[in-house]
């Protein structure tokens, strides 16, 4: 299971006993994996101080797990094409020995492996100066995460809305990517290149036909581009004179005029955007994804095929710039952004879990400081009723009132603010890592 309890219970002899025998029946019902959770020794200056502070790492502690999740789905968006792969990029950077600080280590190993970091937040330190330096390093990683996938989206919108004009059917579709200068009569006087897509069981009858649907057609100029599973499309020149007329008999026999007037200078800029969107996604963000997957389309079905005739640079049959970019490997600034500062928050949220521990256990046991935390990894989703029923009976004398009231619901504990079925007798609170569920 991906998750785990945090508990504490007071140092002295008889609670020491209390947790020996909570590990021994613990582990003869194979109920929970337990181990001892390290918490150095802080300043704890006055019980007030330690009251307002309780509450605000109760919401730190909230806003963390928030931003954790919210940078794990980034992640997960991100990793478009390789979805399967998200979990082993979801990873905390050392913790484990000093030695090891360099390492990626995954999520439950160090949580069960924690040791609290005295470089980036000193113990010495007051316990506000601490809460006040793990609050401003997760606002600012929120506010880069805000800023960072704002730019992502809106470079993926972008690209989404030009990748559209690529896909569909004949009539709908970008045809910047199908025709090409040779395909036209250009700069011409008297005479156009007309697009017309013809349904496939009339090609026979376009051949036949298309001279005589008006006059001052030249002969022989239709030849096929493109096409599509329902139809293809054909050039044909004819003087401009006669356009509305050509049109109004092309209908008539169901073949459709494609309004398309054939300009190099668009055509470059729309396939040099696309271009530019697909190398920002993937220099810029994710060298190893596509927005798309390679071979897909919004609409497979209508997938063009173009013919190349005449033009050896041409793509090939069913190729698109999509295609043609060479897929990269790696990742690029976002996905790396996203790992790092995951990992950096991550390991945030479980100090701010040892904070909370160390504050609630000097609030419920009192002064001198002496505590023992322990971290529980239930085995089983169907045995966590039975783990808290050992864990009340265990250390029921800590609190009878708080024992009682997890029995009887009815039952009031003064003073206390959180409803019954987060308080019990001993400190506890809930870690899961099951941040993409």
Wanted: proline residues 4%; glycine residues 4%; hydrophobic residues 40%.
């Amino acid at each position: 299971m991906s998750e785990f309890w945090l508990i504490s219970a007071p140092g002295d002899k008889e609670n020491l006993q209390a947790l020996e025998k909570m590990n021994t029946v613990t582990s003869k019902s194979n109920l929970s994996y337990n181990t001892k959770f390290m918490i150095p020794d802080f300043k704890v200056g006055t019980l007030d101080s330690l009251v307002g502070l309780s509450d605000e790492l109760g919401k730190l502690d909230i806003f963390a797990e928030s931003l954790i999740k919210r940078m794990a789905q980034s992640v997960v968006e991100v990793m478009e094409d390789a979805k399967g792969k998200v979990q082993e990029n979801l990873l905390a950077n050392g913790g484990l020995k000093e030695k090891m600080k360099c390492l990626k280590t995954d999520l439950t190993s160090f949580v069960t492996h924690f040791e609290w970091d005295m470089a980036k937040y000193p113990a010495k330190q007051p316990l506000v100066s601490v809460a006040d330096t793990l609050a401003k390093q997760l606002a600012q990683i929120e506010m880069d995460l805000k800023s960072r996938t704002a730019a992502y989206n809106t470079l993926k919108t972008n690209l989404e809305n030009l990748e559209k004009k690529c896909t569909g059917n004949l009539f709908t579709r970008t045809l910047s990517d199908i025709v090409s200068k040779e395909d036209f009569v250009l700069d011409s006087e008297y005479l156009i290149t007309l697009l017309v897509i013809v349904p496939k069981p009339s090609y026979a009858q376009w051949q036949k036909t298309y001279e005589s649907l008006s006059d001052m057609v030249v002969p022989r100029s239709t030849k096929l581009i493109a096409e599509d599973n329902e139809g293809g499309l054909f050039t044909v020149t004819l003087f401009r004179k006669v356009i509305d007329d050509f049109k109004t008999k092309a209908k008539e026999n169901k073949f459709i005029v494609r309004e398309f007037y054939y300009d190099e200078k668009e055509i470059k800029r729309e396939r040099e955007e696309m271009t530019r969107l697909l190398s920002d996604k993937k220099q810029q963000y994710q060298t190893s994804c596509v927005a798309l997957k390679k071979g897909s389309s919004t609409f497979p079905d209508h997938k063009v095929k173009v013919t190349p005739l005449g033009n050896p640079d041409r793509p090939a049959a069913g190729q698109n710039g999509r295609e043609r970019e060479s897929e990269g490997e790696g990742e690029g600034p976002l996905l790396r952004w996203l790992k790092v500062n995951f990992s950096e928050a991550f390991i945030a949220w479980i100090h701010i879990k040892a904070l909370r521990v160390f504050v609630e256990s000097v609030l419920r046991y009192g002064l001198p400081v002496n505590f023992q935390a322990v971290l529980l990894q239930p085995h089983k989703k169907s045995s966590t009723k039975r783990l808290r029923e050992v864990l009340n009976s265990v250390f029921r004398h800590l609190d009878e009132v708080a024992a009682a009231s997890i029995l009887d619901a009815s039952v009031e504990i003064p003073g206390l603010q959180l409803s019954n079925q987060d308080y019990f007798p001993y400190v506890y609170f809930h870690i899961d890592l099951g941040l993409l569920d």
